[in-house]
C-alpha cells in the first residue's frame, strides 16, 4: 500500500510538470526541457560519479561560455563548470563522511603543491584590490583541482580508466576540429577566418591551437602503446592526419613551436641522452645568450616579418619580430606590465583573477601597440608564469614554477623505471603534451578554462597515481623476482 501511495504521487508529480511544461513551451519557454536531463545528472553524481566525470571529459572541447548568449556578465563554460562545481560539492561531503585518499597522496609533492597553492590563493584573495574577483577565481581553481586532480587520482587506479579519459576527451576535440575546418573552408582556409572559425568552442585560434598541440603527442601514444585492430590502427593514423591540418590551419606560431620542442625532448629520450650533458649544453647556452645579448636584440629588432602571410617560413621567423609584428609588441607590452604590477606589491600581488582590472595605468605610452587597450577585453598577462606573479606576487610565480618543474621530473623518473609496455609509452607521450603547454605557458595562459585545465591536471593526476602505484622499490624486486623466474 505504501509503495502504491509513493507511485500515486510520483504520477501526480509527473503530469502537473508535464502540463507546466506544455503550458510554457505554448507560451515560448523550454527551459523546463532541462529539468529530467537535471535529474539524470544529479542521480549519476550521487551513485555514478565516475560516469559523470566521464561525461565532463568528453564535453569539455565541446562546452562554450555563456557569456556570449546572455545580457549578464557571467563567465562560465557550460555543461562543465557547473558539473565540476557539483563534483566538487561531492567529493567534500564524500571526504567529510570518510577518508577517500590514502596517507601516500596527500604525502606526494605535487598534492602538496597543489594545497599551498589554495591556501597562497586564499591568502592573497583577501589582500586583493578586488576581493569578490579573487574569491571567484579561488572557487573555480578548486573546481578544477579537486574534481580534475584529487577525484581523478582516484579514478586512475583503474588503468583502464587513463585510456577512456584520454579517447573520450579525444573524440569531443575531434567533434570540434571537424567543425573548425568545415566551417574555415567556408572562407577559403585563409588567416584571417582562422583567428575565430572555432568559436563558441574556443575563444580564439591561440587557445585553439595549444590544445592541439597538447593532445597531438598522446595520439601517437595510443597508436603504438597497444597492439591494436586494423580499425582501431586506421581510425588512430586519420585522427594524426586531421590533427596535423587542423594545427597547421590554427595558424598558431606557439603551438607549431612547442610541437617542435617536444620532438626535440622525444629524441633525447629516444637516445638516451645523459642529463649531464644536457645541463652541460644549457649553461654554454645560456652564457652564449649573456655575453652576446645586445647583439640579440639588435638582431630582433631588425626582424621585419609579420605573422599575417601565408608563407609558414616568414610566419615562423615572425615569431622574433619585436620590431614591427603587433601581437608580438602587445606581448611584451602585457609582460612588461606584469612586471610593474609585482614590483608595485611585490609579496601578495594584486589578487588573483584581478590582472585584466589593474594592468592599464601600468602600461608604458611607449611600449602601446595598435591593439592595447585600456579595458582589459583581449586576454590578460599572456603568461602562465608573469601572470601568478602580477597576481599573487613571487610566491604565486614560485609556485605554479614548482608545480611545473615537479610534475615534469616525477613524470621522467617514472618513465625511466617503469617496465616496457603500454603504460609506459603513453606515459611518454603524456610528457611530451605536457611539455608543448607548459612552453606554450610562457607566451599564453589558459589553465582558468576548462579546455587546458582538465587535460593537463587529468595527465597530472595519470603520473601521480602511476608514481604511487609503482614505486621505485616495487619496481626492483618485481625486476629482480622476474630475473630468478627466467
Known amino acids: ?97 570518510s577518508n577517500l585518499f590514502e596517507s601516500a597522496f596527500f604525502k606526494h609533492p605535487i598534492t602538496i603543491l597543489f594545497i599551498f597553492q589554495l591556501l597562497w590563493i586564499f591568502i592573497t584573495a583577501m589582500t586583493s584590490e578586488y576581493p569578490i574577483v579573487s574569491f571567484k577565481f579561488l572557487l573555480m581553481k578548486m573546481w578544477f583541482i579537486i574534481p580534475i586532480y584529487f577525484f581523478g587520482y582516484l579514478f586512475f587506479k583503474d588503468e583502464k580508466n587513463i585510456f577512456r579519459f584520454i579517447w ?70 586519420t585522427l594524426i592526419l586531421l590533427f596535423a591540418i587542423a594545427i597547421a590551419l590554427s595558424y598558431t606560431r606557439a603551438a607549431w613551436l612547442s610541437l617542435v620542442g617536444a620532438f626535440l625532448v622525444y629524441l633525447l629520450f629516444r637516445f638516451k641522452i645523459h642529463f649531464k650533458y644536457l645541463a652541460g649544453i644549457g649553461v654554454m647556452g645560456i652564457v652564449y645568450i649573456a655575453f652576446s645579448w645586445t647583439a640579440i636584440m639588435h638582431n630582433l629588432e631588425r626582424n621585419q616579418s609579420e605573422h599575417a602571410t601565408d608563407n609558414i617560413d616568414e610566419r615562423i621567423e615572425s615569431m622574433a619580430n619585436i620590431s614591427t609584428d603587433a601581437s608580438n609588441l602587445e606581448r611584451l607590452n602585457r609582460w612588461g606590465s606584469a612586471i610593474r604590477l609585482w614590483e608595485e606589491r611585490p609579496i601578495v600581488g594584486w589578487g588573483p583573477g584581478t590582472y585584466a582590472m589593474v594592468y592599464a595605468p601600468f602600461q608604458l605610452s611607449s611600449s602601446k601597440t ?79 578554462t576548462d579546455k587546458a585545465t582538465i587535460p593537463v591536471w587529468g595527465f597530472t593526476a595519470i603520473i601521480v597515481m602511476l608514481d604511487i602505484k609503482y614505486p621505485k622499490n616495487k619496481i626492483k624486486k618485481g625486476l629482480q623476482t622476474q630475473a630468478k623466474i627466467d
Open 370 to 448: 595598435v591593439i592595447s587597450t585600456n579595458a582589459g577585453i583581449l586576454g590578460n598577462a599572456h603568461s602562465e608564469y608573469l601572470g601568478p606573479l602580477s597576481e599573487q606576487g613571487l610566491i604565486g610565480m614560485l609556485l605554479i614554477i614548482m608545480l611545473v618543474i615537479y610534475i615534469l621530473y616525477i613524470g621522467i623518473t617514472l618513465y625511466l623505471r617503469l617496465p616496457e609496455g603500454p603504460l609506459k609509452t603513453l606515459l611518454l607521450t603524456i610528457i611530451l603534451g605536457l611539455i608543448t603547454y607548459f612552453a606554450h605557458g610562457i607566451l599564453n595562459n589558459y589553465l582558468d
Open 1 to 97: 500500500m505504501k509503495v502504491l501511495l509513493n507511485m500515486r504521487w510520483f504520477y501526480l508529480f509527473a503530469v502537473l510538470f508535464l502540463t507546466a511544461n506544455m503550458y510554457l513551451m505554448a507560451q515560448g519557454e523550454i527551459f523546463l526541457n532541462a529539468v529530467p536531463l537535471g535529474l539524470i545528472l544529479i542521480y549519476t553524481a550521487f551513485y555514478h560519479l565516475d560516469k559523470l566525470f566521464l561525461f565532463i571529459v568528453f564535453f569539455t572541447p565541446l562546452s562554450f561560455n555563456i557569456e556570449n548568449y546572455v545580457s549578464a556578465n557571467v563567465g562560465l563554460f557550460v555543461p562543465t563548470e557547473p558539473l565540476l562545481f557539483g563534483v566538487l560539492l561531492i567529493i567534500f561531503f564524500k571526504q567529510l563522511k
Open 168 to 237: 573520450l576527451f579525444i573524440f569531443g576535440l575531434t567533434i570540434v576540429v571537424l567543425y573548425t575546418l568545415i566551417n574555415h573552408a567556408s572562407y577559403g582556409f585563409n588567416e584571417a577566418s582562422g583567428h575565430w572559425v572555432m568559436s563558441p568552442f574556443f575563444k580564439d585560434h591561440t587557445s585553439y591551437g595549444a590544445i592541439l598541440a597538447l593532445i597531438y603527442p598522446v595520439l601517437f601514444g595510443l597508436l603504438f602503446a597497444k597492439k591494436n585492430g586494423p580499425l582501431v590502427r586506421l581510425i588512430l593514423i
